[in-house]
Protein backbone atom coordinates (compact mmCIF):
# COMPACT_ATOMS: atom_id res chain seq x y z
CA UNK A 1 0.00 0.00 0.00
CA UNK A 2 1.22 3.61 -0.91
CA UNK A 3 0.67 6.25 1.88
CA UNK A 4 -0.50 8.25 -1.05
CA UNK A 5 -3.30 5.78 -1.83
CA UNK A 6 -4.93 5.37 1.66
CA UNK A 7 -7.86 7.26 2.15
CA UNK A 8 -7.27 9.16 5.72
CA UNK A 9 -6.58 12.46 7.55
CA UNK A 10 -4.73 12.39 11.03
CA UNK A 11 -5.76 15.05 13.03
CA UNK A 12 -3.87 16.94 15.50
CA UNK A 13 -6.48 17.97 17.79
CA UNK A 14 -8.24 15.34 20.27
CA UNK A 15 -11.96 15.29 19.72
CA UNK A 16 -13.85 17.28 22.20
CA UNK A 17 -15.59 14.29 24.11
CA UNK A 18 -12.68 12.04 24.13
CA UNK A 19 -12.18 10.85 27.61
CA UNK A 20 -9.78 7.67 26.85
CA UNK A 21 -6.24 7.48 25.03
CA UNK A 22 -7.87 4.98 23.01
CA UNK A 23 -10.72 7.35 21.69
CA UNK A 24 -8.15 10.32 21.08
CA UNK A 25 -5.55 8.11 19.07
CA UNK A 26 -8.31 6.08 16.91
CA UNK A 27 -10.11 9.30 15.84
CA UNK A 28 -6.95 11.56 15.56
CA UNK A 29 -4.62 8.31 13.56
CA UNK A 30 -7.93 8.45 11.25
CA UNK A 31 -9.35 5.00 12.24
CA UNK A 32 -12.75 5.90 13.22
CA UNK A 33 -15.16 9.07 12.71
CA UNK A 34 -18.33 9.27 14.76
CA UNK A 35 -21.42 9.32 13.19
CA UNK A 36 -23.87 10.26 16.06
CA UNK A 37 -22.53 9.47 19.69
CA UNK A 38 -22.03 5.90 20.05
CA UNK A 39 -22.08 5.41 16.34
CA UNK A 40 -19.32 5.02 14.01
CA UNK A 41 -17.92 4.50 10.96
CA UNK A 42 -14.64 2.45 10.34
CA UNK A 43 -12.02 3.95 7.82
CA UNK A 44 -9.43 2.28 6.21
CA UNK A 45 -7.23 1.64 8.95
CA UNK A 46 -10.11 1.28 11.39
CA UNK A 47 -11.47 -1.97 8.92
CA UNK A 48 -7.95 -3.34 8.27
CA UNK A 49 -7.65 -3.67 12.46
CA UNK A 50 -11.27 -5.16 12.53
CA UNK A 51 -11.01 -7.82 9.68
CA UNK A 52 -7.59 -8.55 11.48
CA UNK A 53 -9.06 -9.05 14.70
CA UNK A 54 -12.12 -10.97 13.06
CA UNK A 55 -9.00 -13.62 10.99
CA UNK A 56 -7.78 -14.60 14.74
CA UNK A 57 -11.39 -15.45 15.85
CA UNK A 58 -12.12 -17.05 12.38
CA UNK A 59 -9.30 -19.09 12.64
CA UNK A 60 -9.28 -19.92 15.92
CA UNK A 61 -13.20 -21.27 15.98
CA UNK A 62 -12.93 -22.83 12.45
CA UNK A 63 -10.05 -24.56 13.95
CA UNK A 64 -12.47 -26.71 16.37
CA UNK A 65 -15.20 -27.18 14.01
CA UNK A 66 -17.01 -23.72 13.84
CA UNK A 67 -19.41 -23.15 11.42
CA UNK A 68 -19.36 -19.26 10.13
CA UNK A 69 -22.91 -17.91 9.35
CA UNK A 70 -24.18 -14.40 8.48
CA UNK A 71 -28.09 -13.99 10.55
CA UNK A 72 -29.99 -11.29 9.85
CA UNK A 73 -29.84 -8.02 12.10
CA UNK A 74 -33.69 -7.59 11.71
CA UNK A 75 -35.74 -10.13 13.58
CA UNK A 76 -39.51 -10.03 13.71
CA UNK A 77 -40.85 -9.27 17.09
CA UNK A 78 -42.51 -12.28 17.96
CA UNK A 79 -39.30 -14.45 17.84
CA UNK A 80 -38.66 -12.12 20.62
CA UNK A 81 -41.69 -12.67 22.71
CA UNK A 82 -41.60 -16.31 22.15
CA UNK A 83 -38.68 -16.20 24.51
CA UNK A 84 -39.97 -13.21 26.84
CA UNK A 85 -37.02 -10.90 25.92
CA UNK A 86 -38.87 -8.51 24.12
CA UNK A 87 -39.93 -7.83 27.73
CA UNK A 88 -36.90 -8.55 29.81
CA UNK A 89 -34.55 -6.82 27.31
CA UNK A 90 -36.80 -3.81 26.41
CA UNK A 91 -34.25 -1.19 27.75
CA UNK A 92 -31.64 -2.11 25.19
CA UNK A 93 -33.90 -3.40 22.31
CA UNK A 94 -33.87 -1.08 19.11
CA UNK A 95 -37.04 -1.41 17.53
CA UNK A 96 -38.40 -0.63 13.72
CA UNK A 97 -41.60 -0.26 12.08
CA UNK A 98 -41.51 -1.57 8.41
CA UNK A 99 -44.30 -2.59 5.87
CA UNK A 100 -43.64 -6.34 7.74
CA UNK A 101 -44.79 -5.06 10.87
CA UNK A 102 -42.49 -4.45 14.07
CA UNK A 103 -39.04 -5.63 13.80
CA UNK A 104 -36.12 -5.32 16.44
CA UNK A 105 -32.37 -4.95 15.39
CA UNK A 106 -30.53 -7.52 17.26
CA UNK A 107 -28.61 -7.14 20.27
CA UNK A 108 -27.56 -10.83 20.29
CA UNK A 109 -28.99 -13.86 18.06
CA UNK A 110 -29.80 -16.72 20.56
CA UNK A 111 -33.41 -16.49 19.42
CA UNK A 112 -32.31 -16.11 15.35
CA UNK A 113 -30.06 -18.90 15.63
CA UNK A 114 -32.20 -21.39 16.77
CA UNK A 115 -34.89 -20.36 13.99
CA UNK A 116 -31.56 -20.56 11.65
CA UNK A 117 -29.93 -23.66 12.15
CA UNK A 118 -32.19 -26.32 14.33
CA UNK A 119 -33.84 -27.59 10.61
CA UNK A 120 -30.39 -28.56 9.98
CA UNK A 121 -29.93 -30.62 13.46
CA UNK A 122 -32.96 -32.38 13.47
CA UNK A 123 -31.70 -35.65 15.78
CA UNK A 124 -29.73 -36.33 18.04
CA UNK A 125 -27.08 -37.72 14.93
CA UNK A 126 -26.73 -34.39 14.00
CA UNK A 127 -24.89 -32.92 16.89
CA UNK A 128 -22.93 -31.89 18.79
CA UNK A 129 -23.41 -27.78 16.63
CA UNK A 130 -20.89 -24.89 16.51
CA UNK A 131 -22.13 -22.59 14.53
CA UNK A 132 -21.24 -18.41 14.70
CA UNK A 133 -21.14 -14.95 12.89
CA UNK A 134 -19.19 -12.27 12.98
CA UNK A 135 -21.78 -9.26 12.27
CA UNK A 136 -23.03 -6.56 13.48
CA UNK A 137 -25.13 -5.73 17.03
CA UNK A 138 -27.41 -3.28 18.06
CA UNK A 139 -27.68 -2.21 21.67
CA UNK A 140 -30.14 1.46 22.90
CA UNK A 141 -27.29 1.68 25.10
CA UNK A 142 -27.88 4.60 28.04
CA UNK A 143 -24.00 5.08 28.46
CA UNK A 144 -22.51 4.78 25.57
CA UNK A 145 -19.18 6.30 26.10
CA UNK A 146 -15.17 6.15 25.65
CA UNK A 147 -15.33 5.83 21.60
CA UNK A 148 -15.64 2.01 21.05
CA UNK A 149 -15.28 0.80 24.40
CA UNK A 150 -19.41 1.09 24.61
CA UNK A 151 -21.60 1.92 21.02
CA UNK A 152 -24.91 1.47 20.31
CA UNK A 153 -23.73 -0.24 16.89
CA UNK A 154 -21.01 -2.67 17.35
CA UNK A 155 -19.09 -5.40 15.74
CA UNK A 156 -19.67 -8.93 18.01
CA UNK A 157 -18.37 -12.86 17.16
CA UNK A 158 -21.19 -14.51 18.53
CA UNK A 159 -21.02 -18.38 18.64
CA UNK A 160 -23.41 -20.80 19.55
CA UNK A 161 -23.32 -24.87 20.54
CA UNK A 162 -26.23 -27.18 20.27
CA UNK A 163 -25.78 -30.63 22.30
CA UNK A 164 -27.78 -33.47 23.24
CA UNK A 165 -27.82 -33.42 27.04
CA UNK A 166 -25.76 -31.09 29.91
CA UNK A 167 -22.81 -33.32 29.42
CA UNK A 168 -22.01 -32.53 25.71
CA UNK A 169 -22.97 -29.02 26.51
CA UNK A 170 -19.84 -28.67 28.93
CA UNK A 171 -17.41 -29.97 27.08
CA UNK A 172 -18.33 -28.06 23.83
CA UNK A 173 -18.46 -25.00 26.71
CA UNK A 174 -15.05 -25.90 27.40
CA UNK A 175 -13.66 -26.32 23.59
CA UNK A 176 -14.41 -22.22 23.39
CA UNK A 177 -13.21 -21.71 26.57
CA UNK A 178 -9.89 -23.50 25.24
CA UNK A 179 -10.06 -21.36 21.75
CA UNK A 180 -10.88 -18.13 23.86
CA UNK A 181 -7.24 -18.25 25.64
CA UNK A 182 -5.45 -18.97 22.29
CA UNK A 183 -7.32 -15.90 20.77
CA UNK A 184 -6.74 -13.05 23.23
CA UNK A 185 -3.02 -14.28 23.31
CA UNK A 186 -2.73 -13.99 19.62
CA UNK A 187 -4.12 -10.20 20.01
CA UNK A 188 -1.14 -9.56 22.29
CA UNK A 189 -3.82 -9.23 25.67
CA UNK A 190 -3.38 -10.96 28.73
CA UNK A 191 -7.25 -12.10 29.21
CA UNK A 192 -8.52 -13.29 32.70
CA UNK A 193 -11.54 -15.30 32.55
CA UNK A 194 -13.68 -14.88 35.82
CA UNK A 195 -17.21 -16.28 36.80
CA UNK A 196 -19.62 -13.78 35.95
CA UNK A 197 -23.66 -12.52 36.77
CA UNK A 198 -25.70 -14.06 33.79
CA UNK A 199 -27.62 -11.07 33.29
CA UNK A 200 -30.71 -11.05 30.84
CA UNK A 201 -28.82 -13.73 29.41
CA UNK A 202 -29.38 -16.56 31.86
CA UNK A 203 -27.72 -20.02 31.85
CA UNK A 204 -25.87 -21.06 35.01
CA UNK A 205 -22.04 -21.59 34.22
CA UNK A 206 -20.78 -18.44 32.63
CA UNK A 207 -17.54 -16.44 32.69
CA UNK A 208 -15.84 -13.03 31.28
CA UNK A 209 -12.76 -12.56 29.97
CA UNK A 210 -11.34 -9.20 31.21
CA UNK A 211 -8.20 -7.04 30.62
CA UNK A 212 -7.52 -4.96 33.62
CA UNK A 213 -7.11 -1.59 32.72
CA UNK A 214 -7.89 1.74 35.06
CA UNK A 215 -10.78 2.79 32.80
CA UNK A 216 -12.45 -0.34 32.83
CA UNK A 217 -16.14 -0.05 33.60
CA UNK A 218 -15.81 -3.27 35.73
CA UNK A 219 -14.58 -4.98 38.68
CA UNK A 220 -13.37 -8.47 39.64
CA UNK A 221 -12.35 -9.95 42.45
CA UNK A 222 -9.10 -12.33 42.63
CA UNK A 223 -7.51 -14.75 45.21
CA UNK A 224 -3.42 -14.89 45.20
CA UNK A 225 -3.71 -18.11 46.64
CA UNK A 226 -6.80 -20.44 45.01
CA UNK A 227 -7.08 -18.83 41.68
CA UNK A 228 -11.02 -17.98 42.42
CA UNK A 229 -11.81 -14.39 39.79
CA UNK A 230 -15.15 -13.34 39.92
CA UNK A 231 -16.65 -9.88 38.47
CA UNK A 232 -17.90 -8.15 42.14
CA UNK A 233 -21.16 -8.59 40.35
CA UNK A 234 -21.06 -12.42 41.46
CA UNK A 235 -18.43 -12.25 43.70
CA UNK A 236 -18.89 -14.03 46.74
CA UNK A 237 -17.21 -13.39 49.94
CA UNK A 238 -16.43 -16.36 52.38
CA UNK A 239 -16.93 -16.02 56.18
CA UNK A 240 -14.75 -13.60 58.13
CA UNK A 241 -13.92 -13.68 61.61
CA UNK A 242 -16.31 -12.32 64.61
CA UNK A 243 -16.08 -8.94 65.05
CA UNK A 244 -15.05 -8.91 68.77
CA UNK A 245 -17.65 -6.32 70.72
CA UNK A 246 -18.40 -6.30 73.78
CA UNK A 247 -21.42 -8.18 75.03
CA UNK A 248 -24.87 -6.28 75.83
CA UNK A 249 -27.57 -8.05 78.44
CA UNK A 250 -30.64 -6.72 76.20
CA UNK A 251 -31.57 -4.10 73.33
CA UNK A 252 -32.17 -0.43 74.60
CA UNK A 253 -34.39 1.93 72.66
CA UNK A 254 -32.74 5.50 71.74
CA UNK A 255 -34.42 8.53 70.14
CA UNK A 256 -33.11 9.47 66.99
CA UNK A 257 -35.21 12.22 65.27
CA UNK A 258 -33.94 13.60 61.60
CA UNK A 259 -31.25 10.79 61.39
CA UNK A 260 -32.84 8.24 59.37
CA UNK A 261 -29.10 7.36 57.39
CA UNK A 262 -26.17 5.04 58.90
CA UNK A 263 -23.89 7.80 59.51
CA UNK A 264 -26.51 10.23 61.48
CA UNK A 265 -27.90 7.55 62.44
CA UNK A 266 -24.44 6.15 64.76
CA UNK A 267 -23.99 9.63 65.44
CA UNK A 268 -26.94 10.74 67.38
CA UNK A 269 -26.44 7.27 68.97
CA UNK A 270 -23.25 7.91 70.05
CA UNK A 271 -24.26 11.11 71.17
CA UNK A 272 -26.74 9.77 73.96
CA UNK A 273 -23.71 7.40 75.20
CA UNK A 274 -24.95 4.40 73.19
CA UNK A 275 -22.29 1.80 72.92
CA UNK A 276 -22.12 2.01 69.18
CA UNK A 277 -18.76 1.51 67.03
CA UNK A 278 -18.71 2.35 63.04
CA UNK A 279 -19.81 -0.92 62.03
CA UNK A 280 -22.22 -1.56 64.21
CA UNK A 281 -25.36 -0.86 62.39
CA UNK A 282 -27.38 -3.48 60.43
CA UNK A 283 -28.96 -1.68 57.03
CA UNK A 284 -32.58 -3.07 56.39
CA UNK A 285 -33.64 -2.88 52.60
CA UNK A 286 -37.70 -3.42 51.88
CA UNK A 287 -37.38 -5.84 48.75
CA UNK A 288 -39.77 -7.70 47.02
CA UNK A 289 -38.70 -11.52 45.24
CA UNK A 290 -38.82 -12.75 41.84
CA UNK A 291 -42.40 -13.89 43.69
CA UNK A 292 -43.12 -10.78 44.52
CA UNK A 293 -43.30 -11.07 48.44
CA UNK A 294 -42.18 -8.55 50.29
CA UNK A 295 -39.24 -9.58 52.58
CA UNK A 296 -36.79 -7.27 54.27
CA UNK A 297 -32.94 -7.95 53.26
CA UNK A 298 -30.45 -7.43 56.13
CA UNK A 299 -26.75 -6.47 55.56
CA UNK A 300 -24.29 -5.18 57.53
CA UNK A 301 -24.41 -1.29 57.25
CA UNK A 302 -21.08 -0.24 55.67
CA UNK A 303 -21.56 -2.81 53.11
CA UNK A 304 -22.76 -1.95 49.70
CA UNK A 305 -26.13 -4.64 49.37
CA UNK A 306 -25.79 -6.52 46.24
CA UNK A 307 -29.88 -6.82 45.42
CA UNK A 308 -30.14 -10.53 43.96
CA UNK A 309 -31.07 -11.08 40.65
CA UNK A 310 -34.99 -10.99 39.86
CA UNK A 311 -35.33 -9.18 43.34
CA UNK A 312 -36.31 -5.22 43.19
CA UNK A 313 -36.08 -2.99 45.96
CA UNK A 314 -39.28 -1.38 47.21
CA UNK A 315 -39.24 2.44 46.46
CA UNK A 316 -41.98 5.08 48.16
CA UNK A 317 -44.89 2.68 47.66
CA UNK A 318 -44.01 0.49 50.82
CA UNK A 319 -43.07 3.89 53.15
CA UNK A 320 -46.82 4.88 53.19
CA UNK A 321 -47.59 6.70 56.94
CA UNK A 322 -49.44 3.94 58.34
CA UNK A 323 -47.77 1.21 56.53
CA UNK A 324 -45.22 -1.59 58.21
CA UNK A 325 -42.24 0.30 57.09
CA UNK A 326 -40.82 3.99 58.89
CA UNK A 327 -38.61 5.20 56.38
CA UNK A 328 -35.21 5.28 57.34
CA UNK A 329 -35.93 3.29 60.76
CA UNK A 330 -36.67 -0.09 59.48
CA UNK A 331 -35.66 -3.01 61.62
CA UNK A 332 -35.69 -6.73 61.56
CA UNK A 333 -37.93 -6.94 64.78
CA UNK A 334 -41.81 -8.26 64.84
CA UNK A 335 -41.18 -8.62 60.99
CA UNK A 336 -42.00 -11.92 60.73
CA UNK A 337 -45.26 -11.68 62.99
CA UNK A 338 -46.26 -9.44 59.95
CA UNK A 339 -45.63 -11.84 57.44
CA UNK A 340 -42.15 -9.93 56.14
CA UNK A 341 -39.21 -12.69 55.60
CA UNK A 342 -35.94 -11.98 56.54
CA UNK A 343 -33.44 -12.73 54.05
CA UNK A 344 -29.96 -12.08 55.22
CA UNK A 345 -25.99 -11.79 54.42
CA UNK A 346 -24.02 -14.21 55.81
CA UNK A 347 -21.47 -11.42 57.16
CA UNK A 348 -24.48 -10.61 59.76
CA UNK A 349 -22.89 -13.54 61.91
CA UNK A 350 -19.63 -11.73 62.28
CA UNK A 351 -20.91 -9.85 65.52
CA UNK A 352 -22.59 -10.75 68.06
CA UNK A 353 -25.56 -7.58 68.52
CA UNK A 354 -26.60 -4.71 65.92
CA UNK A 355 -28.18 -1.37 66.24
CA UNK A 356 -30.91 -0.82 64.28
CA UNK A 357 -34.10 0.97 63.24
CA UNK A 358 -36.90 0.44 65.48
CA UNK A 359 -39.68 0.04 63.15
CA UNK A 360 -40.96 3.60 64.94
CA UNK A 361 -40.29 6.78 63.17
CA UNK A 362 -37.13 8.58 64.72
CA UNK A 363 -36.33 5.69 67.19
CA UNK A 364 -33.13 3.09 66.45
CA UNK A 365 -32.50 -0.20 69.29
CA UNK A 366 -28.78 -0.90 70.02
CA UNK A 367 -27.96 -4.77 70.82
CA UNK A 368 -30.10 -6.63 68.82
CA UNK A 369 -28.88 -10.28 68.86
CA UNK A 370 -29.32 -12.94 66.20
CA UNK A 371 -31.24 -16.10 67.19
CA UNK A 372 -31.83 -14.36 70.57
CA UNK A 373 -34.44 -11.35 68.91
CA UNK A 374 -34.58 -12.24 65.68
CA UNK A 375 -34.35 -15.01 63.10
CA UNK A 376 -33.46 -15.25 59.73
CA UNK A 377 -35.55 -17.00 57.20
CA UNK A 378 -33.02 -17.24 54.03
CA UNK A 379 -29.16 -16.56 53.73
CA UNK A 380 -28.64 -15.22 50.53
CA UNK A 381 -25.17 -13.45 49.11
CA UNK A 382 -25.85 -9.94 49.79
CA UNK A 383 -22.82 -7.17 49.76
CA UNK A 384 -20.43 -6.44 46.79
CA UNK A 385 -16.91 -8.19 47.96
CA UNK A 386 -14.15 -5.11 48.74
CA UNK A 387 -10.35 -5.94 49.12
CA UNK A 388 -9.17 -7.93 51.89
CA UNK A 389 -12.64 -9.54 52.21
CA UNK A 390 -11.76 -13.65 52.66
CA UNK A 391 -11.91 -15.97 49.53
CA UNK A 392 -15.24 -17.87 49.16
CA UNK A 393 -12.97 -20.65 48.26
CA UNK A 394 -10.30 -20.90 50.45
CA UNK A 395 -10.33 -17.62 52.96
CA UNK A 396 -7.04 -16.03 52.07
CA UNK A 397 -7.35 -12.43 51.19
CA UNK A 398 -9.46 -11.05 47.80
CA UNK A 399 -7.85 -8.21 45.85
CA UNK A 400 -9.79 -6.20 43.36
CA UNK A 401 -8.80 -4.66 39.95
CA UNK A 402 -10.66 -2.51 37.09
CA UNK A 403 -11.49 -4.37 33.85
CA UNK A 404 -12.52 -4.25 30.69
CA UNK A 405 -15.07 -6.96 29.50
CA UNK A 406 -13.64 -8.66 26.25
CA UNK A 407 -15.91 -11.44 25.86
CA UNK A 408 -18.25 -13.60 27.61
CA UNK A 409 -19.22 -17.42 27.59
CA UNK A 410 -22.13 -19.03 28.82
CA UNK A 411 -23.91 -22.46 29.52
CA UNK A 412 -27.05 -21.65 28.97
CA UNK A 413 -28.41 -24.89 29.24
CA UNK A 414 -32.18 -25.51 27.66
CA UNK A 415 -33.05 -21.63 28.66
CA UNK A 416 -33.85 -20.60 24.86
CA UNK A 417 -34.33 -24.00 23.13
CA UNK A 418 -37.02 -24.80 26.27
CA UNK A 419 -39.35 -21.67 25.28
CA UNK A 420 -38.82 -22.20 21.19
CA UNK A 421 -41.47 -23.88 19.13
CA UNK A 422 -37.88 -24.65 16.96
CA UNK A 423 -35.63 -25.80 19.80
CA UNK A 424 -36.09 -29.10 20.00
CA UNK A 425 -34.40 -32.33 18.38
CA UNK A 426 -35.13 -35.98 18.77
CA UNK A 427 -33.48 -37.63 20.91
CA UNK A 428 -31.82 -41.27 21.24
CA UNK A 429 -35.28 -42.53 22.57
CA UNK A 430 -37.35 -41.02 19.66
CA UNK A 431 -38.62 -37.92 21.43
CA UNK A 432 -38.57 -34.97 20.93
CA UNK A 433 -35.55 -32.61 23.79
CA UNK A 434 -34.79 -29.21 23.73
CA UNK A 435 -30.84 -28.42 22.55
CA UNK A 436 -28.94 -27.95 25.57
CA UNK A 437 -27.05 -24.68 24.33
CA UNK A 438 -23.77 -22.67 24.78
CA UNK A 439 -23.51 -19.06 23.66
CA UNK A 440 -19.79 -17.15 23.32
CA UNK A 441 -19.35 -13.46 22.60
CA UNK A 442 -16.22 -11.64 21.86
CA UNK A 443 -16.09 -7.68 21.28
CA UNK A 444 -14.80 -7.35 18.13
CA UNK A 445 -14.81 -3.56 17.88
CA UNK A 446 -14.53 -2.87 21.72
CA UNK A 447 -11.51 -4.97 21.24
CA UNK A 448 -9.81 -2.33 18.43
CA UNK A 449 -9.93 -0.09 21.47
CA UNK A 450 -8.72 -2.08 24.09
CA UNK A 451 -5.83 -2.94 22.23
CA UNK A 452 -4.63 0.62 21.52
CA UNK A 453 -5.81 1.76 25.18
CA UNK A 454 -2.82 -1.04 25.81
CA UNK A 455 0.13 -0.67 22.40
CA UNK A 456 0.22 3.25 23.12
CA UNK A 457 3.60 4.07 22.30
CA UNK A 458 4.93 7.64 21.45
CA UNK A 459 2.39 10.10 20.01
CA UNK A 460 0.63 7.01 18.61
CA UNK A 461 0.02 3.26 19.08
CA UNK A 462 2.50 0.25 18.23
CA UNK A 463 0.02 -2.82 17.36
CA UNK A 464 0.70 -6.19 17.68
CA UNK A 465 1.75 -8.16 14.68
CA UNK A 466 -1.78 -9.92 13.85
CA UNK A 467 -4.09 -7.09 14.12
CA UNK A 468 -1.55 -4.25 12.73
CA UNK A 469 -2.90 -2.59 9.66
CA UNK A 470 0.71 -3.03 8.25
CA UNK A 471 3.11 -4.97 9.46
CA UNK A 472 5.97 -2.66 8.38
CA UNK A 473 6.66 1.35 7.43
CA UNK A 474 8.80 2.34 4.88
CA UNK A 475 9.75 5.87 5.19
CA UNK A 476 12.38 7.67 3.56
CA UNK A 477 14.14 10.75 5.50
CA UNK A 478 15.02 13.14 3.27
CA UNK A 479 13.87 14.38 -0.13
CA UNK A 480 14.97 13.02 -3.60
CA UNK A 481 14.79 10.24 -6.21
CA UNK A 482 17.78 8.37 -4.69
CA UNK A 483 15.72 7.75 -1.11
CA UNK A 484 12.55 7.29 -2.84
CA UNK A 485 13.87 4.40 -5.23
CA UNK A 486 15.55 3.10 -2.61
CA UNK A 487 12.51 2.84 -0.15
CA UNK A 488 10.70 1.63 -2.93
CA UNK A 489 12.82 -1.40 -3.72
CA UNK A 490 13.08 -2.30 0.38
CA UNK A 491 8.90 -2.29 -0.06
CA UNK A 492 8.41 -4.08 -2.89
CA UNK A 493 10.50 -6.59 -1.77
CA UNK A 494 8.73 -6.76 1.54
CA UNK A 495 5.66 -7.02 -0.29
CA UNK A 496 7.19 -9.57 -2.23
CA UNK A 497 7.60 -11.88 0.56
CA UNK A 498 4.20 -11.56 1.68
CA UNK A 499 4.72 -8.64 4.66
CA UNK A 500 1.81 -6.20 4.72
CA UNK A 501 3.56 -2.62 4.27
CA UNK A 502 2.77 0.71 4.02
CA UNK A 503 5.24 2.74 2.22
CA UNK A 504 5.31 6.64 2.71
CA UNK A 505 5.76 8.58 -0.87
CA UNK A 506 3.73 11.78 -0.13
CA UNK A 507 5.64 14.82 -0.45
CA UNK A 508 5.79 15.51 3.08
CA UNK A 509 8.65 16.16 5.98
CA UNK A 510 9.83 13.03 7.39
CA UNK A 511 8.72 14.69 10.65
CA UNK A 512 5.04 15.13 9.54
CA UNK A 513 5.16 11.51 8.00
CA UNK A 514 6.38 10.39 11.04
CA UNK A 515 4.01 11.71 13.26
CA UNK A 516 1.48 9.94 11.10
CA UNK A 517 3.11 7.02 10.88
CA UNK A 518 3.00 6.69 15.14
CA UNK A 519 -0.73 6.76 14.42
CA UNK A 520 -0.57 3.95 11.49
CA UNK A 521 1.13 2.21 14.22
CA UNK A 522 3.31 -0.50 11.94
CA UNK A 523 4.98 -2.16 14.76
CA UNK A 524 8.32 -1.83 12.59
CA UNK A 525 9.83 0.86 10.41
CA UNK A 526 12.45 0.69 8.55
CA UNK A 527 14.02 4.44 7.71
CA UNK A 528 15.77 5.27 4.82
CA UNK A 529 17.98 8.28 5.18
CA UNK A 530 20.42 9.92 3.22
CA UNK A 531 23.66 9.22 5.12
CA UNK A 532 23.19 6.00 5.77
CA UNK A 533 22.46 4.57 2.69
CA UNK A 534 25.23 6.67 1.62
CA UNK A 535 27.30 3.80 3.27
CA UNK A 536 24.90 1.07 1.98
CA UNK A 537 23.00 1.00 5.56
CA UNK A 538 18.89 1.46 6.48
CA UNK A 539 17.44 1.80 9.81
CA UNK A 540 15.25 -0.22 11.95
CA UNK A 541 13.08 0.31 14.59
CA UNK A 542 11.28 -2.20 16.88
CA UNK A 543 8.17 0.42 18.12
CA UNK A 544 6.96 -2.16 20.48
CA UNK A 545 10.25 -3.15 21.89
CA UNK A 546 11.50 0.49 21.53
CA UNK A 547 14.82 -0.63 19.92
CA UNK A 548 16.38 0.83 17.06
CA UNK A 549 19.24 -0.65 14.81
CA UNK A 550 21.21 0.23 11.44
CA UNK A 551 21.26 -2.81 9.05
CA UNK A 552 22.54 -3.13 5.54
CA UNK A 553 20.48 -2.81 2.69
CA UNK A 554 20.79 -6.32 1.23
CA UNK A 555 19.78 -7.49 4.95
CA UNK A 556 16.87 -5.37 5.38
CA UNK A 557 14.54 -7.84 4.38
CA UNK A 558 15.66 -10.76 6.34
CA UNK A 559 16.57 -8.13 9.59
CA UNK A 560 12.30 -7.53 9.66
CA UNK A 561 11.98 -11.15 9.27
CA UNK A 562 13.84 -11.46 12.41
CA UNK A 563 11.99 -8.36 13.95
CA UNK A 564 8.80 -9.36 13.48
CA UNK A 565 10.42 -13.89 14.91
CA UNK A 566 11.23 -11.62 18.13
CA UNK A 567 7.68 -10.08 18.21
CA UNK A 568 5.97 -13.27 18.18
CA UNK A 569 7.98 -14.80 20.29
CA UNK A 570 7.93 -12.29 22.84
CA UNK A 571 3.92 -12.29 22.62
CA UNK A 572 3.74 -16.43 23.31
P1 LIG B 1 -21.26 -4.90 29.13
O1 LIG B 1 -21.39 -5.56 30.49
O2 LIG B 1 -19.90 -4.32 28.88
O3 LIG B 1 -22.39 -3.97 28.81
P2 LIG B 1 -22.48 -7.22 28.12
O4 LIG B 1 -22.15 -8.15 29.21
O5 LIG B 1 -23.83 -6.66 28.00
O6 LIG B 1 -21.39 -6.07 28.07
P3 LIG B 1 -22.39 -9.40 26.22
O7 LIG B 1 -23.82 -9.55 25.91
O8 LIG B 1 -21.71 -10.34 27.12
O9 LIG B 1 -22.13 -7.90 26.71
O10 LIG B 1 -21.64 -9.25 24.82
C1 LIG B 1 -20.42 -9.90 24.45
C2 LIG B 1 -19.30 -8.92 24.28
O11 LIG B 1 -19.65 -7.85 23.40
C3 LIG B 1 -18.89 -8.23 25.56
O12 LIG B 1 -17.99 -9.05 26.28
C4 LIG B 1 -18.22 -6.97 25.05
O13 LIG B 1 -16.86 -7.24 24.74
C5 LIG B 1 -18.97 -6.66 23.78
N1 LIG B 1 -19.93 -5.57 23.99
C6 LIG B 1 -21.07 -5.63 24.71
N2 LIG B 1 -21.72 -4.46 24.69
C7 LIG B 1 -20.97 -3.62 23.92
C8 LIG B 1 -21.12 -2.26 23.50
N3 LIG B 1 -22.18 -1.54 23.85
N4 LIG B 1 -20.16 -1.73 22.72
C9 LIG B 1 -19.10 -2.46 22.33
N5 LIG B 1 -18.91 -3.74 22.69
C10 LIG B 1 -19.83 -4.33 23.47
MG1 LIG C 1 -21.21 -9.83 29.18
Redesign the pocket.
Known sequence: MRASDLVFQTQREDPHDAEVASHRLLVRGGYIRALAS?VFSFLPLGFRVLERISRVIVEEWDRIGGNQVLLPALHPRELWDETGRSVTMDDVLMRVDSKLGELVLG??HEEAVIAAVAPDLPSYRALPAFVYQIQT?F?D?PR?RFG?????E?L?A?GYTFDADRDGMRSSYQRIYDAYGRIYARLGLAAIPVEADA?S?GGDVNH??MVASAIG??RFASCGQCGYRANVEAARRGQGPEVPVPPLAAPTVYRTPGAPGVTEALAALAAQGAPVDDNAMLKCLVAYDPEGRTALLLVPGRRQARVPHGWRLAGEEAFAPQGPFALGYVGPLGMRERGVRLVADPSIRERAWWATGNNVEGEHIVGVRLGVDFNVDEWLDLVEVVDGDPCARCGAELALRRA?????TFQLGVTYSAKMARGTFTSDDGKPHPYWMGCY???V???VAVIAEEYQRGGGIAWPLEVAPFEVAVLPAGKGEELAAAARGIAEELEGVGRRVILEDRPVSFGVAAADHELIGAPIWVVVGARALARGEVELRNRISEHERTVSLEDAVAAVAAEIGSIDESMR
Open positions: GPTKREALMRTRFMDGIEFEDVEVGHGIGSRL
